[in-house]
Every structure is written in C-alpha cells, then in structure tokens.
C-alpha cells in the first residue's frame, strides 16, 4: 500500500494556520565537542526551569538566555552548532522540552564557549502563538523554519549587545 503525495502549491493557508511537513528533517552532521557541550548546557536549563517558583520560571530562563550579554556576538556557524548540539541532547529529556528551553541552553553552551547569543521571544496573530529562537548577529533565526518569519520578536532582552554598538552606543 503506497502513500499519495498530494501537492498544493497555490493553496493559501486556512484558518490563520499553515501547512507543515509531516516528516522528520534529516539528522545534521554536529561536531562531537558540540553534542558533549550541550549536555551540561541542557542539565543547567532543566535546572534553572524545575527549581523555584513556578511563576517565576520564564524569567529564570530569559536570565539564563542573557548569560553571555557581555560577550562578542557568535558567528552563524557557531549558533547553528549550538542549536543543533541543544536538539541533539534534549532529545533524552521526559519532559516538555520546546523552543523556549531550547533557545535558552543554546545561549547557554554559546556562553560556555565564550559568545553570546541573540536570543528572541516572538508571538504570532492568528491563530496566537509564541516562540523563542537563536538569531545570528543580523537577525535572521537559526535553524528555524520558514514560518518564523511570521513571528514578531516582542522580547529581546539581550539586545545588539556591546561588541556591535557604536562609539555612541548606537547599533551600525
């Protein structure tokens, strides 16, 4: 029994929703220092996510993005690694383990390796939803799909950073 392929290529979205892939992507090669890396990397957010108060839980979290805000921005390459690492090492976690976890021990292995990361928290309209991801130091999301371009970043704590500020502490 085969699988029909359908192909809607001038469907428009319907109800403020869009199609997604029904397939896994393909495993990305990461270098092994990277994958060992993000294993204290995971263990320190799940820490910072399980202990203290409940309501207070997305603030922990978005200190802990924060955690390299002082340091040169990483390069492309380097927080592509870092998502990827995160991915690959969260896959053993029982629990919830989304973006906004994710996001925040990528920021937290780039710290450890001396970079900081562009961390963002977006919403959505229609229907609402949020995300949080890693951009590279103009912006653009890492490792994400297409469709996070619909989200409207409404949280940057980390902000451009001092290493790409101006002399005036404006952003070239």
């Not at 780039?110 to 991801?133: K, M, Y």
């Amino acid at each position: 029994m085969g699988a029909a392929v359908v192909r809607l290529d001038d469907a428009a979205p319907s109800w403020g929703t869009i199609e997604v892939p029904a397939v896994l992507p393909g495993r990305t090669p990461v270098p092994l220092w990277w994958r060992m890396g993000a294993v204290p990397a995971v263990l320190l957010t799940s820490a910072a996510k399980v202990f203290g108060h409940r309501g207070r839980r997305f603030s922990r979290l978005v200190r802990l993005a924060c955690c390299g805000r002082s340091l040169p921005p990483a390069t492309r390459r380097q927080a592509r690694y870092a998502v990827r690492a995160v991915r690959w090492a969260s896959r053993v976690i029982p629990g919830r383990w989304a973006c906004l976890e994710q996001s925040t021990a990528a920021a937290v292995l780039l710290a450890a390796v001396g970079r900081r990361a562009e961390w963002r928290h977006g919403v959505a309209t229609d229907p609402v939803r949020l995300h949080a991801w890693i951009a590279d130091p103009r912006g653009v999301p890492v490792e994400e799909p297409a469709d996070t371009a619909l989200y409207n970043p409404t949280y940057t704590p980390d902000g451009p950073g001092p290493a790409i500020e101006g002399r005036n502490g404006e952003v070239p």
